[in-house]
């Protein structure tokens, strides 16, 4: 019964060995056919293998899969295969941009071996670094130029927009003054105007005035005339035009102020 189980699992065990050994066998063919996706799918089988990872991580990364091999590549733990685990995760990293992570991984794996290949990435990579930092600070000193050239534009506009602010605002001011200085001339010339015509008025109440007075001068002294006594040459003269008209009047000899005194006083 012991040896019929023993048979059993051995059977197993060979059959289990044998299918292992076809997928690898066929992983390893289509690796080195280029079918890199086939070889993926038959190393998926045998990835918990000894070897299984890092097979599967090296087709990773000839798919360009680079994320995926990097994961499997960390999966590696056999001491044997460490220094090449090293080399392609520097690889991997280097094709993922990360030159620093690359550096690091190469130069853990030269601990471990002295290989000219990774001795000639490591290298390659610092000049690479060394070339990118002087590009950025190029690139930096570009930026750094253009922000400058920005903000001297700006500071150049804000003092063209704070000159044509305060010519603007002399302009108006002068503008002010202007229309300030009109109005003032406008209202002299109406003050001047007002005055005259003040001016016009009063001496057309001065004449008329004048002209009042005359006029109660000529009718005061027409009074005075009425009032005179007429003298006998004057009579005589009047009663010549009666006659002639033909009035038939007695004048009444008016007596003067001496004649009154006299009669009053003869003596």
């Not at 991997?92 to 002295?114: F, H, Q, R, V």
């Not at 590009?135 to 001297?152: A, R």
């Not at 004057?234 to 009666?242: A, G, P, S």
Request: hydrophobic fraction near 20%; include cysteine.
């Amino acid at each position: 019964m012991k040896k019929l189980i023993l048979l059993i699992f051995c059977s197993v065990f060979l059959y289990a060995g044998l299918f292992d050994f076809r997928d690898i066998s066929k992983a390893e063919n289509s690796y080195k056919k280029g079918d890199y996706k086939s070889a993926i799918s038959a190393y998926k089988k045998v990835q918990n293998k000894e070897g299984g990872a890092y097979d599967l991580g090296n087709s990773y990364y000839k798919a360009k899969e680079y994320k995926k091999a990097l994961s499997e590549y960390e999966k590696v733990s056999d001491p044997k295969l460490q220094f090449q685990k090293l080399h392609n995760i520097g690889n991997t990293y280097a094709n993922l941009g990360k030159i620093d992570d690359a550096i690091k991984s190469y130069e853990e794996a030269l601990k471990i071996k002295k290989d000219k290949d990774t001795r000639y990435n490591l290298d390659l990579l610092k000049k690479q670094k060394k070339k990118q930092q002087k590009k950025n600070k190029k690139k930096d000193k570009k930026k750094n130029k253009k922000k400058s050239k920005k903000n001297d534009k700006k500071k150049q506009k804000k003092g063209d927009n704070q000159k044509k602010d305060k010519n603007q605002k002399r302009q108006q001011n002068n503008k002010q003054n202007k229309k300030g200085q009109k109005s003032r001339g406008d209202k002299q010339k109406q003050n001047q105007n007002r005055d005259k015509k003040q001016q016009q008025k009063q001496k057309q109440n001065k004449q008329q005035e004048k002209k009042k007075a005359q006029k109660q001068k000529q009718k005061q002294a027409q009074k005075k005339r009425k009032a005179e006594p007429i003298s006998d040459m004057e009579e005589r003269k009047y009663k010549k035009m009666l006659n002639q008209r033909g009035i038939n009047t007695l004048m009444l000899p008016l007596s003067t102020k001496q004649e009154k005194r006299n009669e009053e006083n003869p003596w």
